[in-house]
């Protein structure tokens, strides 16, 4: 069974850092790009930054780069998504799903529908 666990959200002043963990069972994770996701309330789900856990390529959007690092930890099967200098508005909750075809070179657009597993999702919430 394919299953998609994501760890770390909470609650963090405004400057703090949180780092989400997503861990990964059931299926050969270096054949899938792993990627994270965040809905806040009211706004459409947007992709954040993913990985390709094969060779380590990685994404992230340009409104979050240099604030939210990705890495992967293939012997846990782990990604973990660092974020740093947080602000309210990085209020939401945090998917990672997981994609087959997806590669993450600094190139990549995100389109949700390659995706095909995705976790229960953990919220961050910034406070001002």
């Known amino acids: 069974e394919v299953q998609l666990v994501e760890s770390g959200g909470g609650l963090v002043q405004a400057g703090g850092s949180l780092k989400l963990s997503c861990a990964a069972s059931?299926?050969?994770?270096?054949?899938?790009?792993i990627g994270w996701f965040r809905q806040a309330p009211g706004k459409e789900r947007e992709g954040v930054s993913c990985?390709?856990?094969?060779?380590?390529?990685?994404y992230t959007i340009d409104s979050l780069k240099g604030r939210f690092t990705l890495s992967s930890d293939n012997a846990k099967n782990t990604v973990t998504l660092e974020m740093n200098s947080l602000k309210p508005e990085d209020t939401a909750v945090y998917f990672c799903a997981a994609s087959i075809s997806a590669y993450c070179s600094r190139y990549y657009t995100f389109y949700d529908p390659e995706y095909g597993y995705w976790g229960q999702g953990t919220q961050v919430t910034v406070s001002s």
């Open positions: 990985i390709s856990t094969h060779d380590g390529s990685t």
């Open positions: 059931g299926f050969t994770f270096t054949d899938y790009a």
